[in-house]
């Protein structure tokens, strides 16, 4: 009896595949919110280490704005609104945007 093999197939590959591209998370200073608050947001909602969300919040607060977070559109925008939703929760006016990089 012979052995059957199984037929081959050819991936199609496309040249024209995209990779989106990453998205940053950006803090933006107010003369309200205290630096407790955001060292706190940063460790509990992007995961940063003490001294990391330490140094952020510095930067921050001496800059203007720092990068919190470059990730994918959706997950920029979720964090966008996360950062406004626990902020307004505890009457800090803490403002985050996103932008393509």
Do not use: I
């Not at 990453?22 to 919110?33: I, M, Y």
């Amino acid at each position: 009896m012979a052995k059957l093999t199984p037929p081959t197939v050819e991936p199609v590959v496309d040249a024209d595949v995209q990779v989106a591209r990453p998205w940053a998370v950006l803090l933006h200073d107010d003369e309200v919110t205290t630096q407790e608050f955001v060292v706190w947001l940063l460790v509990a909602l992007f995961g940063k280490g003490y001294d990391e969300a330490n140094k952020l919040m510095l930067e921050v607060h001496f800059l203007g704005t720092a990068v919190v977070a470059v990730c994918a559109q959706e997950r920029a925008e979720l964090y966008v609104e996360q950062v406004r939703s626990y902020a307004r929760a505890r009457g800090y006016p803490l403002v985050a945007s996103c932008e393509a990089t």
